[in-house]
């Protein structure tokens, strides 16, 4: 980005950053300096892209891309963008250690509030050709990559049937801007289509050599059914060489590393302490998840955000909703128990719901 593309941009000015910390699922803030395009320099269905640099950053990390939206936006929307961005990462994280050919990257992002109270979304400026690869409702670039659609289909086996990650985007294998669908269309932003858009997905994807080697269950266009029937792969694009052409298999086994109560926020025990994105997630409604908050605040008398084994009994006998089997939960809640006999909130929740 150079002094043409930046237009008449403004002088150099100073606002607040804001990035989510997903480790501790948080956020921080600092003040950094900044310059903005005044013209955007690309259009998208709800937002306008400008280039922005960042001066006291390093070199290979200046420029940057800062979107705003066409109408007004609350400001949850852009932090869900921003979590909904590190949700993907973790994603990532899991379908890169099965050893692909090409690994993938979502890149950071993080909120910007300038001093006239706007928001913009900001992430680095990715240098190449930027593709779109695949939307939220069905539709797949079927010429160009494999990894991208593979990496979709993982996201809906790896969190076991709870999400998945589309409109891939991006420059090769960095992508940017995705969306997440739940089940039930939840959370997640606007561009979340639920169950209709997971079906979307899958009545265009032709599964290919990567899918086949991630061990994920076969699929193809409906149409194709002699494909179906003898679970023929797409044979184009990036395929495993000889000594990565042992299947790895998406099993139980390998999903170890995917905690359902890491993809949730820092839920607090009150009403409204569940994000939109929480309730889908976990398959509860605000009013389930209100009664189940209500019982462990009231037998947490010491008021230490915990609870003893004595007190994780009684919640049993206080709650309506009925568990997802009572043997079974007793068995999550007593492997989550530390070793003072305590549990937190989001492990009884997640115990609760049948989660892990």
């Known amino acids: 980005i150079n002094a043409e593309y930046m237009g008449e941009s403004k002088d150099m000015e100073q606002g607040l950053k804001r990035w989510y910390v997903w480790e501790t699922k948080t956020w921080e803030s600092e003040i950094i ?22 001066p006291d950053n390093p070199p290979e990390s200046l420029h940057w891309v800062a979107k705003c939206g066409k109408e007004h936006e609350p400001p949850s929307t852009y932090e869900a963008d921003v979590m909904m961005q590190s949700a993907c990462q973790a994603i990532a994280k899991g379908y890169n250690q099965r050893r692909p050919i090409k690994t993938v990257t979502f890149v950071d992002c993080f909120l910007l509030e300038r001093r006239d109270g706007t928001l913009w979304c900001a992430e680095p400026y990715i240098h190449g050709e930027y593709v779109k690869y695949n939307n939220n409702y069905g539709y797949v670039d079927k010429e160009r990559r494999n ?20 409109d891939i985007q991006g420059v090769g ?24 858009g997971l079906d979307r997905f899958f009545k265009t994807h032709w599964c290919n050599p990567m899918c086949v080697y991630l061990g994920l269950p076969f699929c193809a266009p409906n149409f194709m059914a002699g494909l179906l029937r003898h679970r023929r792969p797409k044979s184009s694009g990036t395929v495993m060489p000889n000594e990565h052409s042992q299947s790895f298999v998406v099993s139980p086994e390998n999903l170890e590393n995917f905690q ?18 929480d309730l889908a997630l976990l398959g509860l409604n605000e009013r389930q998840f209100n009664a189940i908050a209500a019982a462990f605040v009231d037998l947490d008398v010491k008021k230490e955000g915990r609870l003893g084994r004595q007190e994780v009994f009684s919640i049993l006998d206080r709650l309506n909703i009925p568990a997802v089997s009572l043997g079974g939960l ?17 492990d009884f929740i997640c115990c609760w719901t049948g989660h892990q």
């Open 330 to 346: 007793l068995e999550r809640l007593e492997a989550k128990v530390d070793t003072k006999g305590t549990l937190g909130f989001v």
């Open 173 to 196: 294998d960095i992508y940017t801007d995705p969306q997440i669908h739940t089940t039930d269309g939840e959370g997640f932003g606007c561009g979340n289509m639920g169950q209709e």
């Open 33 to 54: 300096t900044f310059r903005l395009a005044q013209d955007p320099f690309s259009s998208g269905s709800m937002r306008l892209a400008h280039y922005m640099l960042l």
């Open 260 to 277: 359902l109560s890491d993809f949730l926020s820092d839920m607090q025990p009150r009403p409204g302490g569940a994000t939109s994105e």
């Open 147 to 166: 990894t991208p659609q593979t990496f979709s289909h993982f996201s809906y086996e790896f969190t076991q049937h709870r999400m998945m990650v589309v």
